[in-house]
DNA sequence: AAATTGTTTTTTATGGATTAAGGTCAAAAA
DNA sequence: TTTTTGACCTTAATCCATAAAAAACAATTT
């Protein structure tokens, strides 16, 4: 059966809606709350029948108001709001990274479903997908193979982001000053200041604003398999630094410093700055991901084979 | 259910291989029918029942020898050795490609799984897969939308193609010269020679060729996405070609003729050449996928927006 | 007329069952 | 001892069913 993920999540805005309403306001029509809340307006129905039922509204049809004796206004426990694909994304990433899959390790269907608690389509479907990343294989009618988080899966990842980045960066430093993009990157540069300067309590931020960076810089010349090739990207430091937190703020505003070098570089048009810049920013990003393998990778880690800085 | 065209295809492969054999001869232990089957010892086993049943191999056991007096040694159909996911992703390229599908169409599971006389499940399971092709775009719980098989999306697809070959060109062009590839590549040379001999005859053979030849480009610094991106390309042409034969031999004979040129730069090792020769190919490859995409593409096919030959 | 709600129809997301194919282990033969 | 086969166990490919969500259509209300 579908999951009501969609209807939870929804429903749970839709209480932080009303918060901000008085007793007695009337809600806004269904429409309304189909776009605001991002579901179709079967769904907003359901949560507006489910907020009746709570004692949470009163009326119906047209003449629904916010009750003034509202009720507890319980929310869906988070853990309900995420459907299936995601749930199983979340721990397949968690297995990979944090529990030591090593390289070669069998992947099988059945047993992640159980350890899941999913059905073996769920799996299928997110290994389907997760395929292009480049770190698992098909062995038709045989299962996957996990291929390993490895210090080769990082160079051959980061030798495509920097031809991609290097092109795109080009590319938007030969944007026309009249280029809507400008502004933006001047917004960003700001933020960045920002960050660093309240870099002690809101390190967290950056993988955030980051993946907003360069995105941006790609969307100087948009090429569908370039931001397809960013989504891995994307997925890979999401989780990658959920569960890597060692370093976490030297780290961001190391990068935060590269980043703003690079935004100036740009905003400067000079080709070759722009080049420098962001070969030195993806340099450091590479390393930094490199050396987080080793734990991974049983060839990484020979002596000699890893830097101790 | 699971099909049986793993059985159904290495059963006719197993009627060729004793077709090859004389009355009386013993078969093949099962370890090494697996082996040269491509399948598993399971499937070998049911091989062996059926040919005992038709009459076809006498004894059991160990003293399994081809019958005197052979059965009609029937093949199975190709139809039914094609698995359930090669089926859809035929189908859907033919819809794709060959029926005049719109860019913006929303594409059905549902009716697509009638259509194709399958389960929904298999439908989602390709489109999961096909997805990073660029050609189509899912919207969470509504569907997948088709993008296109545009002119965008020719160019977008030829300017990583140019990037990844133009890097393996010149990463092929330095390898030593104890390389074997350098062998292999010559090997190329005189295959494509043969073939230009042939070409009126054989024209057909180019695609196969032309595969193999930038497989092996590919090949002088190996990189996981690269090749993956070489999967789309070749899936596209493959079945682009298929379908689309005007004017076969010509364009065929050209881009013989290019890779020939590129090869020799290539041996070369002259840099400047190599770079040269490569865009050259590319460009004319473009230049003709760019072309077929104007019957699909409703831009592309304003008046003035192409040209004649 | 345009927006809103009520009703019905489609379609996707997910679980579950079934069979083909793969894999394992030990007995038998070479 | 190594192959080969027999018997059995697991797993992947595939179909199907069902509830949630979206979409389409009709009936109201402003």
Redesign the pocket.
């Given at each position: 059966?579908?999951?009501?993920?969609?209807?939870k999540r929804a429903f749970n805005d839709a209480i932080d809606l009303v918060a901000n309403l008085r007793d007695g306001d009337p809600l806004p029509?269904?429409?309304?709350l189909s776009r605001e809340l991002g579901?179709?307006?079967?769904?907003v129905?359901?949560i507006l029948s489910t907020l009746d039922h709570r004692g949470i509204v009163n009326g119906?049809?047209?003449h629904?108001i916010v009750r003034s004796a509202r009720g507890a206004m319980q929310r869906f426990p988070e853990a309900e709001t995420i459907?299936?694909?995601t749930q199983v994304e979340e721990r397949f990433m968690e297995w990979m990274l944090r529990d030591n899959a090593r390289p070669g390790t069998a992947?099988?269907?059945?047993?992640l479903a159980r350890q899941f608690g999913?059905?073996?389509?769920?799996i299928?479907e997110f290994l389907n997908r997760f395929q292009h990343f480049g770190l698992i294989e098909r062995?038709?009618?045989?299962?996957?193979v996990f291929k390993g988080f490895t210090a080769s899966f990082a160079l051959e990842l980061f030798e495509i982001r920097e031809m991609f980045e290097l092109r795109s960066a080009r590319a938007f430093g030969e944007l026309p000053v009249s280029s809507p993009l400008w502004e933006r990157i001047e917004a960003l540069h700001s933020e960045h200041l920002l960050l660093l300067s309240e870099i002690e309590v809101r390190y967290h931020d950056f993988s955030e604003l980051d993946s907003r960076f360069h995105r941006l810089i790609n969307s100087a010349a948009p090429n569908r398999f370039i931001n397809d090739f960013y989504d891995i990207i994307t997925l890979i430091f999401h989780y990658h630094y959920q569960w890597n937190k060692q370093d976490e703020r030297h780290r961001n505003e190391v990068a935060i410093r590269e980043h703003l070098t690079y935004i100036e570089a740009l905003l400067g048009r000079n080709p070759s700055m722009i080049e420098l810049a962001c070969r030195a920013h993806l340099g450091s990003a590479k390393e930094t991901l490199i050396r987080s393998t080793a734990g991974h990778d049983p060839e990484a880690s020979r002596p000699g084979g890893e830097a101790t800085s």
């Open positions: 059966m579908k999951t009501d993920t969609v209807f029509s269904e429409n309304t579901v179709s307006r079967t769904t129905r359901k119906s049809g047209r629904r459907s299936m694909a992947i099988n269907e059945l047993e999913v059905a073996t389509t769920g299928r062995r038709p009618n045989a299962g996957w």
